[in-house]
């Protein structure tokens, strides 16, 4: 295993650009003819897939220049170490906490938590204001664009925004 470390980072690209493939491949479904809308169901999945796919292509060709780097000079030019496996095990458990709560505390309130606990995981600084205005800015912002400007319908929760 120890000879595939300088690669890790092409391999998760290739396995990103996979499920990016899979993903976008999957966002073609039928849709009811009833509302004729200028922008479907499908279309942000595609957004997703594209954008998932151009940074995968990204990691893919950082990854080769450091595994080029890791055989000029034998050293090991990035290590994993316990605490950014714990906060990628964090994220995961935020965004599975994100998905459990949109539904009962609607879009707005659970975007507002998650951003915040996401923030504060990723932040060195732990200044809360800061952090907490960002989760509401970004939240509303992301609702605003969502649901005003392509109008989508977001679900609202217990709180009825």
């Not at 976008?24 to 998932?52: C, N, R």
């Not at 055989?71 to 906060?87: I, N, P, R």
């Not at 989760?135 to 605003?144: D, N, P, R, T, W």
């Amino acid at each position: 295993m120890k000879k595939f470390k300088q690669y890790q980072d092409v391999i998760a690209g290739i396995v990103f650009l996979i499920v990016s493939s899979v993903y976008f491949s999957s966002s073609f479904f039928e849709t009811s003819g009833i509302m004729q809308v200028k922008y479907g169901p499908d279309f942000m999945p595609k957004i997703y897939a594209v954008l998932m796919a151009l940074l995968s292509a990204a990691l893919i060709i950082t990854g080769l220049n450091k595994a080029g780097k890791y055989k000029e000079t034998g050293e090991d030019v990035v290590q994993a170490d316990k605490k950014s496996v714990q906060t990628v095990m964090a994220s995961f458990l935020l965004v599975a906490g994100y998905i459990y709560l949109i539904k009962s505390l609607g879009f707005l309130m659970a975007s507002v938590l998650y951003l915040f606990g996401q923030a504060w995981l990723l932040s060195q600084k732990k200044n809360y204001p800061v952090l907490l205005l960002f989760s509401i800015v970004g939240a509303v912002a992301i609702y605003l664009l969502f649901a005003k400007a392509i109008g989508l319908l977001l679900p609202k929760g217990i709180f009825g925004f």
